[in-house]
């Protein structure tokens, strides 16, 4: 029997091989083994759902801006987010408010 092959995208354990190409069976990715480093970073939201670069996503609950006179309110709708490798792991602008950046644990993919 052969080892399991994690998916570096959703980190399914179902992921067999064909032809030199690994393939997850629950989101069809395919990669090279070969050519995946080991920084890549999974972002996911707060339903466990991965959020990728240029999605929507909505604000869960109030979130205080510091220098602002209000929050973001619960239910505002982000579009074109950006993921990055960092404590806040959402860069987005947000109507009101310009550039903002966001933690993944108070979205939810819309």
Known sequence: MSETISCPKCQCPHAYTIDQMNICPECNYEWDPSEIS????IVKDANGTILNN??????????????????????????????VDSDHNIDCKID???????????VRKA
């Open 54 to 83: 240029g999605d929507s996503v909505i604000v869960l609950k109030n979130l205080p801006v510091k220098g602002a006179a209000h929050p973001v309110k619960a239910g505002t709708k982000v579009k074109n987010i950006r993921l």
């Open 96 to 106: 009101g408010f310009g550039a903002m950046a966001l933690k993944s644990e108070f």
């Open 38 to 41: 080991s920084d890549v970073f």
